[in-house]
């Protein structure tokens, strides 16, 4: 996915809940400017964990410009990416 941020920073907020299947669920998301590395984030759950949402904020502070976000599931139905812009 990619897109254009106008302000100073961006924030991206990574939700997902995983099916009752007892199997390691995983969704990893990085983000990049310019087709650089800058950051990540991950929500992930064990075979004995719980079925319950996860929430990681991904915050980068490198100005206007196009970047890129790349999404890894691992057996996730319900998940979600959204990007703030701030200006």
């Known amino acids: 996915m990619n897109f ?8 991206i907020v990574v939700s997902a809940t995983p099916p009752a299947d007892h199997q390691e669920n995983i969704l990893n998301v990085d983000l990049l400017k310019n087709n650089r590395a ?31 976000v790349n999404i890894y599931v691992t057996r996730l139905k319900n998940w979600s990416v959204t990007v703030y812009d701030y200006y």
């Open 4 to 11: 254009k941020i106008h302000g100073q920073s961006c924030k």
């Open 38 to 68: 800058i950051t990540n984030g991950l929500v992930s759950w064990t075979s004995t964990e719980p079925v319950t949402t996860k929430e990681t904020i991904i915050e980068a502070s490198r100005g206007p410009g196009n970047y890129q």
